[in-house]
Antibody, heavy 125, light 105 residues
């Protein structure tokens, strides 16, 4: 059974950096059969995929165009975690943030199967 | 790729048959998943690859479609099925529909 446990502050000031961590149990961040993702949800933007990190002989990172240039997702193999950093936040970044595991069973059969509990992050002074 | 669900909400009774549609703005083959989300919880994958029922999901849930048009059907609606449902494409980058809230009539 895979468990994803999120941690991080729920309040961030405008222009500062949002930082969240997702700790993995029951799998490895270095698994070559999964990708580790951050997704957010807000009333105005709905569910929005932000980015992922995955390992296939080396580390790869992909980011959504909407946050590219502000986002970094880093794995930490020593703690079996991955993190999200989003810089220069504005109130538009207020959302519930989820971490999630993505697996690919076969060509078309690929999905987010395990999710963290969600963290409400409010951007406000 | 934009995903458009309809309706955005619906009211139904226990025992009803419910159909939710999802349209992609371009061809996505069968790269389409359906998630169920209850208040305060993370989404849960119900159907993947357009029509494959996830393990443990009741057989009253079914999915169909290919290309750009997809359908989620819940037959014999049960109290625990009242939730919001999202489609998601995994053909290119990953995007979600805006959701369909299934409410009790």
């Amino acid at each position: 059974q895979v468990l994803l446990q999120q941690s991080g502050p729920g309040l961030v000031k405008p222009s500062q950096t949002l930082s969240l961590t997702c700790t993995i149990s029951g799998d490895s961040v270095s698994s070559n059969s999964a990708a580790w993702n951050w997704i957010r949800q807000s009333p105005s933007r709905g569910l929005e995929w932000l980015g992922r990190t995955y390992y296939m002989s080396k580390w790869f990172h992909d980011y959504a165009v909407s946050v590219k240039g502000r986002i970094t997702i880093n794995p930490d193999t020593s703690k079996n975690q991955f993190s999200l950093q989003l810089t220069s936040v504005t109130p538009e970044d207020t959302a519930v943030y989820f971490c999630a595991r993505y697996v690919r069973v076969d060509t078309a059969n690929r999905y987010f199967d395990y999710w963290g509990q969600g963290t409400l992050v409010t951007v406000s002074s | 790729i934009q995903m458009t669900q309809s309706p955005s909400s619906l009211s139904a009774s226990v025992g009803d048959r419910v159909t939710i549609t999802c349209r992609a703005s371009q061809y996505i083959s069968s790269y389409l998943n359906w998630y169920q989300q209850k208040p305060g919880r993370a989404p849960k994958v119900m159907i993947s690859a357009a029509s494959r029922l996830q393990s443990g999901v009741p057989s009253r849930f079914s999915g169909s479609g290919s290309g750009t048009d997809f359908t989620l059907t819940i037959s014999n609606l049960q109290p625990e099925d009242f939730a919001t449902y999202y489609c998601q494409q995994t053909y290119s980058v990953w995007t979600f529909g805006q959701g369909t809230k299934v409410e009790i009539k």
